[in-house]
């Protein structure tokens, strides 16, 4: 499992860790394994890792008063997930967090963490790099989300993370995308033309 973490930090490094420097990373690590279904997260409690997802594929979402669930993140392979604010200020989550796959995961505390950051310059560096890619990532995403239309949004998902649309069902795509399941289907159905 930590070969694909080592890859990961040797990918947004841009250096080639010491396998001393990847041992005192990896030690700070926690390897689970979580069933399909199983919550990593549930509303109300306070997040108490990071996760990087191994293998597998996750969901992060609200319940809204109605019931109706709002996906803020589709994740699998290589990407992190957690709910920062709850992470950093011990407060509870307003977020689930799921397997929507039987799904393996390295898991860091808070403390590792904070210890990572003052005693390993490149997890600061890996940190940074993923930091930003995320925030553009998130630009993109809330530019979507109010100026493209629901075709466009899939059509967009489609080219970017294709891999998505195999490893979610048709409803867990529509609520990522804020749209019914019905109107997803008629997209298919046009683009296939």
Request: charged share 25%.
């Given at each position: 499992m930590?070969?694909?973490?080592?890859?990961?930090?040797?990918?947004?490094?841009?250096?080639?860790?010491?396998?001393?420097?990847?041992?005192?990373?990896?030690?700070?690590?926690?390897?689970?394994?979580?069933?399909?279904?199983?919550?990593?997260?549930q509303?109300?409690?306070?997040?108490?890792y990071?996760?990087?997802?191994?293998?597998?594929?996750?969901?992060?979402?609200t319940?809204?008063?109605?019931?109706?669930?709002?996906?803020?993140?589709l994740?699998?392979e290589?990407?992190?997930?957690?709910?920062r604010?709850?992470?950093?200020?011990?407060?509870?989550?307003?977020?689930?967090?799921?397997?929507v796959?039987?799904?393996?995961v390295?898991?860091?505390?808070?403390?590792?963490?904070?210890?990572?950051?003052?005693?390993?310059?490149?997890?600061?560096?890996?940190?940074?790099?993923?930091?930003?890619?995320?925030?553009?990532?998130t630009?993109?995403?809330?530019?979507?989300?109010?100026?493209?239309?629901?075709?466009?949004?899939?059509l967009?998902?489609?080219?970017n993370?294709?891999?998505?649309?195999?490893?979610?069902?048709?409803?867990?795509i529509?609520?990522?995308?804020?749209?019914?399941?019905?109107t997803?289907?008629?997209?298919?159905?046009?683009?296939?033309?």
């Open positions: 930590q070969e694909a973490l080592r890859d990961y930090i040797d990918k947004y490094a841009s250096v080639t860790l010491s396998d001393d420097e990847f041992e005192r990373i990896r030690d700070k690590f926690t390897s689970k394994h979580f069933r399909k279904n199983q919550f990593l997260l509303e109300g409690d306070v997040c108490k990071s996760i990087f997802i191994v293998k597998g594929a996750l969901r992060q979402y319940v809204d008063k109605k019931g109706i669930e709002h996906i803020v993140n994740c699998t290589n990407w992190w997930v957690g709910d604010e709850s992470f950093t200020m011990l407060s509870p989550s307003i977020y689930n967090i799921d397997a796959e039987d799904t393996d390295l898991l860091l505390t808070k403390a590792n963490f904070q210890e990572l950051m003052s005693t390993e310059p490149v997890f600061v560096t890996v940190l940074s790099t993923m930091d930003y890619n995320n925030q553009i990532a630009q993109k995403r809330i530019n979507s989300a109010i100026s493209l239309s629901a075709e466009e949004r899939y967009n998902l489609l080219a993370n294709p891999a998505l649309l195999q490893r979610f069902p048709q409803n867990m529509a609520s990522f995308l804020g749209v019914s399941p019905e997803i289907s008629r997209i298919r159905k046009k683009v296939q033309l």
